[in-house]
């Protein structure tokens, strides 16, 4: 007899009720899964925990993720998402179900739907079925993993609590279980078997190279900082000199949680967290609330602060790892290709074809359409402006590093460091962490300052505004969101305005995240990419309110 879990998931779901929302509106699984004020999150997590015991039981009963964290939003938020077996964000095809299941009007309503997507999707409910889910620093995080664990707990399912991660370390944990004991194991399943995987990576990766001087690491007081402190202790003495200053990491004060810090402050902002006081000339980086995003900068003695983002992070290890290829023998061999967003900087997009000669995809925003097409080349370097991406390494380019006859020493140096490359750098997901010791690692082989990194091109100046519009699902877009195809008209009203500037560039698109609509745009100089985008702007208000 099949088990009937609708009595158990009934009384489970009373306890974790659903805040209706007004007539009209409906919650949504959006880029980064359902995010908002944490006190509407309990009911939803409760029901995302369904969604994810369902998936695990259609995917083999492989170990299906689930990660609580507002990554770089107020302290007061949280979200809830689910992450698939390999460390991926969950198939875009299961969003419209945890959607359809969070949206549910009564408890009687979800037994009915959970069973009905268990029908429609063939899934045997009877078949064992296992959840791992771990959590940021936010206090509500504690309310809402109970909430999930009732729903496992009455969905028959088995499951992990890692407590206290990084998004990343989650994704790193999912794929280590599902990859246990197997040819393609990803590593050890516990949190510290992620560090010593890159503590070791790390070490190989530098091959006695030099690290100049000091990394301040700005936690945004939240999951980054201890969980940073803990990794610094599996460096070996002696082996390599990296030599951390970790910073807001109080993570016992959730109110100062992302505030006036963090890769999103420095991205947004364009300047230094003011607490601690910036140094001139000190090497910095910050990660976000849940340290997945990172963020290079430094202030200039003379020129002021200078901001290395997610662009110059894809194009530096673009440079070293195309270099490396080449010295490998494997440039005939292997195809690297970059993905980037339309808000990716024109001059970084130049860069890369032109000098590196690597070719480019631009894709829609979020990092599961950048994964995606990442995925295509042998090496995929994928970034989005915000400081958030990873490299791609395909199976196929893993074992030409590990079994390439090498010709010479020069070759065996550059395909170890590949193969240490390939095991650094998290291949599930951006990972701050891991991120920030690649960026470490090519700067030391390049015995580069930041100076050095910011000095191979110059950026366009470029704008990004955020546009309060009476309606954003007006908005339409085409050709990876570079162009309008709704609301009719506008789209020739931006080309019109770009015309007028030298150089120029801009689009417009409804935000997923937030209510409202973004503008970006760039020109050769500051003042004209602030007026394009005040233009455009001008325009998106107008459509935006229907006249
Ligand atoms: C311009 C911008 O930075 N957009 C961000 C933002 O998406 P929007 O759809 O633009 O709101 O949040 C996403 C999730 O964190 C992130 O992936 C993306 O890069
Ligand atoms: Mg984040």
């Known amino acids: 007899m099949a088990p009937n879990h609708d009595d158990k998931i009934l009384a489970a779901s009373k306890r974790h009720p659903i805040v209706p929302l007004e007539k009209g509106q409906f919650y949504k699984y959006g880029t980064a899964g359902f995010r908002m004020r944490a006190s509407l999150l309990e009911g939803i997590t409760f029901r995302v925990g369904l969604l994810a015991a369902l998936r695990s039981r259609k995917l083999n009963s492989q170990a299906i993720g689930v990660m609580v964290t507002a990554s770089h939003n107020p302290a007061a938020d949280n979200g809830v998402k689910i992450v698939d077996p390999m460390g991926e964000m969950l198939e875009q095809d299961w969003e419209k179900y945890a959607t359809g299941l969070v949206n549910c009007q009564s408890d009687e309503e979800l037994v009915k ?156 902002k364009q300047r230094a967290p003011p607490i601690p006081k910036p140094q001139p000339g000190a090497r910095c980086c910050s990660l976000d609330g849940d340290a997945d995003r990172l963020m290079y900068y430094w202030i200039d003695p003379e020129r002021g602060f200078f901001m290395l983002d997610g662009d110059r992070i894809s194009s530096l290890a673009a440079s070293f790892i195309g270099d490396l290829v080449e010295s490998a023998g494997l440039k005939h061999d292997i195809r690297i290709g970059v993905v980037q967003t339309a808000y990716a900087n024109g001059a970084s997009t130049n860069y890369i074809t032109q000098h590196l000669k690597l070719p480019v995809i631009c894709t829609p925003t979020g990092v599961k359409h950048l994964h995606h097409v990442a995925q295509s080349f042998d090496i995929g370097v994928y970034f989005e402006a915000n400081g958030h991406g990873t490299v791609l390494f395909s199976p196929d380019a893993l074992t030409a590093f590990k079994e390439k006859q090498p010709q010479s020493p020069a070759q065996k140096d550059a395909l170890e460091t590949l193969a240490a490359l390939g095991d650094l750098i998290n291949q599930t997901v951006g990972d701050a962490i891991s991120d920030m010791l690649m960026v470490e690692v090519i700067l030391a082989h390049k015995a580069w300052s930041l100076r050095d990194w910011a000095m191979t091109y110059s950026d366009l100046p470029n704008r990004l505004v955020r546009v309060e519009v009476g309606n954003k699902d007006l908005f339409h877009t085409t050709d990876a969101e570079r162009r309008l195809s709704h609301p009719e008209g506008a789209q020739q009203e931006i080309d019109d305005a770009v015309k007028k500037y030298k150089d120029a560039r801009s689009f417009a698109r409804a935000s997923g995240t937030e209510n409202a609509c973004r503008v970006y745009a760039e020109a050769a100089t500051r003042s004209e990419a602030n007026e394009l985008a005040e233009r455009v702007a001008r325009i998106i208000e107008r459509y935006g309110s229907g006249q």
């Open 113 to 268: 739907q959970y069973n009905e997507l268990a029908h429609q999707l063939k899934i045997d409910l009877k078949a064992p079925a296992k959840v791992i889910y771990g959590r940021d620093t936010r206090p509500s995080g504690h309310k809402l993993v109970s909430a999930l664990a009732d729903a496992l707990e009455a969905t028959d399912t088995e499951y992990v609590d890692h407590k206290l991660l990084t998004t990343p370390q989650l994704h790193y944990l999912v794929r280590a279980t599902n990859t246990e004991g197997t040819p393609l194991s990803y590593g050890k399943v516990s949190e510290a078997g992620y560090y010593e995987k890159l503590a070791h990576a790390f070490v190989r990766a530098m091959k006695n190279k030099k690290i100049d001087g000091t990394l301040t690491v700005d936690c945004a007081n939240g999951i980054g900082g201890p969980k940073l402190s803990e990794f610094l202790k599996y460096i070996p003495k002696g082996k390599v000199n990296l030599d951390v200053k970790v910073v807001n990491d109080d993570v016992l004060r959730p109110e100062v949680l992302n505030l006036d810090c963090g890769a999103d402050f420095v991205k947004t």
